[in-house]
């Protein structure tokens, strides 16, 4: 088909030929797709067989390359191969080496020295480990570690023999081996591959090996004297030195010299410690403060492996005991860390102790004078909380609430004297802020509120929550607390830093002050002061009686507004038309509001008003003037949107 000439209806498909698809003609580098110099392939993959050289890469390769002129040289003739296997076929460096296996069951030893040869195979570089059974020993010697290439750090890397020396540690699967030497064929190797050899150390003794050693020598005995344990218990049965001593421990916080007796029992070479108990000391009855056992000079003379929790000591742990040798008068004598200091004996002690030891004994004066106890001082009050508060806490080491007067707060109970009274200050926006402060009779406690105003910028509600104040200019050690006596209209009552002027009271305070004027002497003005307010002494009031009550000029208008608000409030909230609340209002259907109907209308939502209150209200509305409110009136008075 090659042969036909390129002409319309000589070319022929080929019928093997599946794949038509374009290949791609990026390259890629480092991650990024370039384009290629040339396409090396065409319609589905086939290779083109055109020259994709350029001219100058031809120039290249017929002036640079010679083998395109004179041909290929000659190679030279390989050299002989030899396998690894087959070179270092039995050539296995040996490396004498040591590791210490724990030993925790047994209280004789702590570790025991595990010797092992390590085996470096050259042919594939693996390793084994092998320990020297030892006959009789009880423990599984023999191979430790089966030749195996044997990993060096978590990278991947292997034990190679560059890595091995003497003098060093090597671990295998985290168990450590210290290779103190190695053979002559291994130590010949390294050397002629240019290895420095450290200097080989020796291999270390095992203790247990070493106590079976020495125990397995022939041993000296002494010979009893006749002073046996026996003829002592016959002889010093009921002897006992006896020591007064004292534990000074005032080097410490809270220390203090306690005094003690040292009883010494010759019986068995035993010690104990008994406290002397002083009335009043404050202490437990523990009157033993050490037990009596034989007591070691050295305490802590103990090998760590012996179980302390389980047993106790004996004289194959510890060697120095007391003796009565060591106990005289004037000396310090370390027991389990505390000081004691032997000052004084019983007649018996110096007895036994001028017959057996030749020794006097005489007395040493550690009295000293008893300090004077300190008084309790009270603290001066801090302000937080009450007084009566702060004292319990002064007083005991729990604090107990402070004790009420029940009989003063059951007489006094529901009983508040209610002041109006303006914040005397030096801010202008100040001065016109008012107050209510209420006194409670049963506790003297003192609460302020704000009334909130409207568009004010102040935000009204509690201003003091109820607590006793004291006078600015009394004692803090013993304050004077503010009583109903002193508000009277025009005083300055100061709580905490804020001034308060007096300007008026309810018609309750005048009551009050009338029935019991006793309390309130007559220099307070406070009594004179309210009754020239409320126009002379109070009346008494009959209940379901109307009130006439004396207003200034404007406060009508006032209170007109304050009823208008809140109706509007009423209505938004429980009617959704205005037609329906005229409707609710307007009980007889006769399309308007008399009097009557009105005052009903201000009790159901709240709103206590007099005559006087409800004819200006309907004055306010009833602009037809017939005593009526229509429901234009209403609306109009409404004023709701």
Not at 272 to 299: A, C
Request: glycine share 4%; with cysteine.
């Amino acid at each position: 088909m090659a042969s036909l000439p390129f002409l319309p209806g000589n070319s022929f498909t080929d019928p093997t030929k599946t794949k038509y698809h374009l290949c791609h003609s990026l390259n890629y580098k480092n991650g990024y797709s370039v384009p290629a110099a040339y396409p090396t392939v065409g319609i589905g993959g086939e290779r083109l067989k055109v020259n994709q050289l350029s001219e100058a890469e031809l120039d290249k390769l017929a002036n640079q390359k010679p083998t395109l002129t004179y041909g290929q040289a000659k190679p030279q003739p390989p050299e002989d191969f030899i396998p690894a296997h087959k070179a270092f076929d039995k050539k296995v460096l040996m490396f004498k080496a040591y590791y210490k296996q724990t030993v925790h069951e047994s209280p004789n030893e702590h570790y025991r020295i595990r010797p092992v040869n390590i085996y470096y195979y050259l042919e594939d570089d693996s390793i084994s480990v092998v320990e020297p059974v030892v006959e009789n020993s009880g423990m599984p010697q023999g191979k430790l570690i089966k030749r195996q290439r044997l990993p060096k750090d978590d990278q991947g890397s292997h034990w190679h023999w560059k890595d091995l020396n003497m003098s060093m540690n090597v671990t295998f699967y985290g168990k450590v081996f210290h290779i103190v030497d190695c053979d002559r064929f291994t130590q010949d190797y390294l050397e002629s591959e240019g290895i420095e050899l450290n200097n080989p150390s020796s291999l270390p003794a095992d203790p247990y090996i070493h106590d079976r050693v020495e125990s397995a020598r022939l041993r000296m005995y002494k010979t009893p004297s006749d002073f046996d344990k026996l003829k002592q218990f016959l002889t010093m049965d009921r002897k006992v030195l006896r020591f007064y001593c004292v534990w000074d421990d005032r080097d410490q916080m809270f220390g203090e010299m306690r005094p003690f007796v040292l009883h010494y029992y010759l019986v068995d070479d035993t010690v104990e410690v008994r406290e002397v108990r002083t009335p009043n000391s404050g202490r437990d009855p523990f009157p033993v403060l050490i037990g009596r056992h034989k007591l070691p000079k050295n305490r802590d003379n103990v090998e760590s492996s012996f179980p302390a929790v389980v047993m106790e000591l004996s004289e194959h742990e510890i060697k120095d005991w007391f003796t009565p040798a060591d106990l005289d008068i004037g000396k310090t004598v370390y027991v389990y860390g505390r000081r004691f200091l032997l000052y004084d004996c019983d007649d018996f002690t110096r007895a036994y102790y001028a017959h057996r030891l030749g020794r006097g004994m005489g007395s040493v004066d550690v009295n000293q004078p008893h300090p004077e106890l300190p008084k309790m001082e009270i603290p001066p009050y801090n302000g937080f909380g009450s007084m009566e508060d702060s004292m319990q806490n002064c007083l005991s080491l729990i604090p107990q609430p402070p004790k009420k007067d029940y009989i003063k707060m059951m007489e006094n109970d529901h009983k508040i004297l209610r002041f109006e009274a303006t914040m005397d200050s030096v801010h202008p926006e100040d001065n016109n802020r008012r107050f209510i402060i209420s006194y409670r009779l049963s506790d003297d406690m003192i609460s302020i509120y704000e009334p909130p105003v409207r568009n004010s910028g102040i935000i009204g509600g509690k201003f003091l929550e109820a607590t006793r104040i004291a006078k600015p200019d009394s004692d803090p050690e013993n304050p004077e607390f503010y009583s109903p006596s002193d508000f009277a209209i025009g005083n300055i009552i100061e709580v905490f830093k804020h001034r308060f002027l007096i300007t008026d009271a309810d018609e309750y305070v005048l009551r009050y002050m009338e029935k019991h004027a006793d309390m309130f002497p007559p220099q307070s003005h406070a009594l004179q002061s309210f009754r020239a307010r409320h126009g002379g002494e109070t009346k008494d009031v009959v209940k379901n009686t109307p009130v006439k009550v004396q207003r200034t000029g404007g406060d009508l208008g006032d209170l007109v507004n304050e009823v208008r608000v809140q109706l509007q409030k009423d209505n938004y909230m429980n009617h959704s038309s205005l037609r329906e609340a005229f409707l609710w209002y307007d009980k007889d259907r006769s399309g308007k509001i008399d009097k009557n109907e009105v005052r009903n209308l201000c009790r159901r939502c709240n709103l206590p008003v007099d005559d006087d209150l409800l004819d200006a209200l309907i004055a306010e509305c009833d602009h037809n003037k017939d005593g009526q409110i229509d429901y234009f009136e209403f609306i109009k008075f409404l004023n709701w949107s």
